[in-house]
């Protein structure tokens, strides 16, 4: 019922900076949460940043002072705007949604998109 829409990844220099999209869609959903995942070759997935229906925000120790997460609740969006990037910010970045469907709002599901890759070189 809920598809994850990526986009912005690429290859950018150190010190540079990217803007990462996330649009979900669907019917008949609300969201609890949208966030950022990352993972890199050989290390487990990390949270880098999430935030939820009410405006909490959360992110992973590497990312704090560097990368700024936003919403727009109208178009189900969510940005991560990833500045001062560094060779250890290369990974695979996915969009998670918590989401309700339809009435039943005691039980959340989570949905993953399909990601993008996020490269800096040394």
């Not at 990844?9 to 609890?32: E, Y």
């Not at 109208?74 to 060779?87: E, F, H």
Request: with cysteine; charged share 15%; aromatic share 12%.
């Amino acid at each position: 019922q809920v598809q994850l829409a990526e986009s912005g990844g690429g290859l950018v220099q150190a010190g540079g900076s990217l803007r990462l999209s996330c649009a979900a869609s669907g019917s008949d959903f609300s969201i609890n949460a949208m966030g950022w995942y990352r993972q890199a070759p050989g290390k487990q997935r990390e949270l880098v940043a999430a935030i939820t229906s009410g405006g909490s925000i959360n992110y992973g120790d590497s990312v704090k002072g560097r990368f700024t997460i936003s919403r727009d609740n109208a178009k189900n969006t969510v940005y991560l705007q990833m500045n001062s990037l560094k060779p250890e910010d290369t990974a695979f970045y996915y969009c998670h949604a918590e989401v309700v469907l339809g009435f039943d709002y005691l039980r959340s599901y989570d949905y993953w998109g399909q990601g993008t890759q996020v490269t800096v070189p040394s």
